[in-house]
């Protein structure tokens, strides 16, 4: 891979298990009726969207590799395997099997410890990856033929305080696009987070997960604040969605306090354009939205370092 | 059928250091300390082991382990480093079905799972390691639920008692949990591992004083500010589940608490801690 490589695209891209389960791909073990379609169909555009870009890998910022020390990368060539999910064994039972970008994983971990970061290489080849890793690849590129490189989301936001974790985001976010840079690499980002999070504490009907007349979101004034951190986005007016999230997180619950959102946008510089939203709905009563930014039409900017 | 009875209670530590390749001043003596208390539980030869796990996490209610026969290799996703963790075990399966049972006509969200595949965490293997190391003795697997509180906790545990005395088993109940949750957020060696203030330090000797006194009830009552304190694993709920397993507030429960071992493991407390009722 010759050249200077580049961040061609970023999406919000959440991993209910129930979008696969809904889609009943040979991977996943259980089968339904369907379910979750606005949500799939907003994963249509991104498909199409990567198979015109052809990146060269598909980096996801996961919150379900909760780390204690450090940001760590996967560095094995190939994981493969049986994911089953903890939560919800029932919808998602899926045989994964990846090839990893262990060149750009090196790069990240040695620009993130340039940052000042604590980074490890997780070199275990029976790793069983998680399920946030594998269903917002799964949604993205079904064919797995694109190499991934996993993220896992340290604990700092949680253990330390949200400042601190996004303070290590925005550097996590710089290293991460250093590397792409370094390595020539043409790669499209994925912060794997819904938006609000609450969510019920009981399924409706554990027989028919996908029982569409039973699902919505969790109040209404959490999908008020999804909206309005989406018109943000749709705006493209940046410093004001970043201003707002740390209140957005505190009154939503929003999973995006795992850092994925703040990493994605430090990585593509804080990106002004408008972002793409290609669908919003429910899951369990959380709020998911499946968000582009095309970053592929324009030279990265150097915002990253104006909001560090 | 007699009725069954609960011998022994546990707390033991679940994380990985113990068991895989790491040193440490501390950690020996805690990996000694599960030692014993393997020993003491073979002793007792119980028909059951009932294990409620803080590195279990569920969501939705409570999950039991209803699997005859989990098989698997379980990697830690924070100590890959360190190695793996094979595990096959049997589970005792009526038992299980009757904790739900009267889990759910206590008023709890109670779910069996049974799946090939599916994650047995890291904390349940650290146990049954110890006490179970040739996997002769079957096995109740309990999930921590994150969002559940002190009451649903003991009555889940009173439950599973319920249902070993209703069954006629001999069991041993263990909660496999951390103490103070604060840790190191750095990279260490392992001879530099200790609790990482020192307040966590006083707050755990504390409660596990109290327990050694018998006091199982002042430990109880202590917990919420202990876990405030020191960000105890999993608000260390888990005492509740054991405590309403083992009977206490019940007439003429007498439990005695009895420390094997107490230390640290990267920064956080940890301890193993044998109960008779």
Not at chain 2, 64 to 76: E, K, S, W, Y
Not at chain 2, 83 to 108: M, Q, W
Not at chain 2, 216 to 234: F, I, N, Q, R, S
Not at chain 2, 258 to 272: D, E, P, R
Request: charged residues 20%; negative net charge.
């Amino acid at each position: 891979m010759a050249g200077k490589g580049s961040i061609v695209c970023g999406f919000i891209a959440p991993h209910p298990p129930h979008l696969v389960y809904g889609e009943n791909p040979p991977q996943n073990i259980p089968r339904s009726s369907g379910g979750w379609e606005v949500l799939r169909w907003a994963y249509d555009n991104c498909r199409e969207k990567i198979k015109q870009l052809k990146p060269d890998v598909i980096i996801v910022h996961t919150p379900h590799w909760m780390t204690l020390v450090g940001h760590h990368v996967t560095r094995v060539p190939r994981l493969k395997g049986l994911s089953v999910d903890p939560i919800f064994p029932h919808l998602f039972r899926y045989n994964f099997d990846t090839a990893i970008d262990v060149e750009l994983a090196d790069a990240v971990y040695e620009e993130a410890r340039a940052e000042g970061l604590i980074a490890r290489k997780m070199t275990n080849p029976n790793f069983r990856l998680d399920y946030g890793t594998i269903v917002t690849s799964h949604m993205l590129n079904p064919g797995w033929d694109i190499p991934i490189l996993s993220l896992s989301a340290n604990n700092s936001p949680y253990y330390f305080s949200l400042g601190v974790g996004i303070e290590e985001m925005y550097k996590l976010g710089r290293a991460t696009r250093r590397a792409i840079e370094k390595t020539g690499r043409r790669a499209v980002l994925a912060a794997s987070n819904t938006l609000s999070h609450f969510h019920f504490d009981r399924e409706p009907d554990p027989n028919l997960p996908e029982d569409m007349s039973k699902e919505h979101v969790f109040s209404h004034a959490n999908y008020l604040w999804d909206m309005r951190v989406l018109r943000l986005m749709r705006e493209g007016r940046m410093d004001e969605l970043l201003s707002v999230l740390p209140e957005f997180i505190e009154k939503t619950g929003a999973e995006v306090k795992s850092g994925g959102l703040f990493w994605m946008l430090a990585a593509m510089g804080f990106p002004k354009v408008p972002a793409r939203v290609h669908g919003y709905w429910s899951v369990i009563a959380t709020g998911n939205a499946v968000v582009e930014w095309d970053l592929s039409a324009e030279l990265n900017g150097a915002g990253a370092e104006a909001h560090a | 059928m007699p009725e069954g009875q609960i011998v022994k209670g546990y707390i033991m530590p679940g994380m990985p250091h113990v068991m895989l390749p790491t040193e440490s001043a501390s950690r020996r003596e805690l990996r000694d300390a599960c030692r014993v208390a393997g020993a003491n539980v073979r002793e007792a030869r119980p028909d059951v082991l009932v294990i409620f796990s803080t590195q279990w996490v569920s969501v939705l209610g409570h999950l039991v382990q209803a699997r005859a026969n989990p098989t698997g290799l379980h990697v830690d996703e924070n100590w890959y480093d360190l190695g793996n963790l094979p595990y096959d075990f049997r589970t005792d399966l009526e038992l299980a079905r009757r904790t739900i049972d009267l889990g759910t006509a206590a008023g709890f969200q109670v779910r069996p799972v049974d799946y090939e595949g599916f994650p047995v965490d890291t904390g349940t293997l650290v146990a049954l390691n110890f006490l179970n190391p040739k996997n002769e003795i079957p096995v109740v697997c309990v999930s921590c639920n994150i969002y559940s509180g002190s009451d649903e906790e003991l009555k889940l545990g009173q439950a599973a008692a319920d249902a070993v005395r209703a069954l006629g088993r001999r069991a041993v109940v263990v909660a496999s949990t951390g103490l103070s949750g604060h840790y190191f957020t750095r990279e260490i060696t392992d001879d530099e591992d200790r609790i990482v203030n020192e307040q966590d330090d006083v707050e755990n000797r504390k409660l596990l004083d109290l327990m050694a006194a018998g006091k199982v009830m002042d430990a109880m009552d202590l917990v919420p500010e202990y876990a405030a304190k020191t960000g105890a694993d999993m608000q260390f709920k888990s005492y509740y589940w054991l405590m309403g397993a083992l009977g206490s507030g019940r007439v003429n429960s007498k439990i005695v608490g009895k420390v094997l071992g107490y230390g640290s493991i990267w920064g956080s407390g940890a301890a193993v801690v044998e109960f008779t009722a």
